[in-house]
Every structure is written in C-alpha cells, then in structure tokens.
C-alpha cells in the first residue's frame, strides 16, 4: 500500500503543476488504505488503522479548508473509537438456493 501511495502522490504532483505534498495526506492515504486492504482479508489491524486514517485525513481537510470533509472524518474516528453500541440487531447468514 506504500507503494500505491508513493505512485499517488507522484502522479499527483506531476498532472497538477500547483500540487504541494502534505505529509498529512500522504499518512492518511497511506492509513486508509492499508485499512481497506486489511478489511478486506478480515484482519482485526483494520481497526487502529482506520483510526489513524481518520484522524490525519480529518486534519489534512482542516486545514485545507474543507470542514465537511473534516467532520466526516472525524465522525469515522468517533465510530471506530467508540462505534454505535449495541443496536439489538441480530446478525444471520440467510442460505439461498437458487436452482
């Protein structure tokens, strides 16, 4: 996922001759997607780095000026820190057969 970040970041600062790297950014794209690799192979890493994601991407859009994006990161921290509790909803696997 490094790699894919660095290639990113690259390619950014190259198409867009205006482009300033932001060390903010870089961690957070990194953190998010490492946290999109790891959920997907259902490893619970997932988590803390889905909280560093949030966190730093939540500050990139701060002060970049972008508040809701700001918010909506921070409210993903809120949700992997603390998450919803518990809803009561009971989760199952319904089996269909399709012949």
Do not use: H, K
């Amino acid at each position: 996922m490094l790699l894919v970040t660095v290639l990113y970041e690259w390619l950014s600062s190259y198409l867009l001759p205006d482009f300033i790297f932001n060390a903010y950014e870089f961690v957070g794209t990194w953190a998010g997607l490492t946290t999109v690799w790891l959920a997907r192979t259902e490893n619970v890493l997932c988590w803390p780095w889905g909280i560093i994601s949030a966190l730093t991407l939540g500050y990139f859009f701060a002060t970049i000026g972008l508040p809701g994006q700001q918010w909506l990161n921070w409210g993903y921290f809120w949700l992997f820190s603390f998450g919803l509790g518990n809803t009561g909803f009971l989760v199952v696997q319904i089996g269909l057969n399709f012949r």
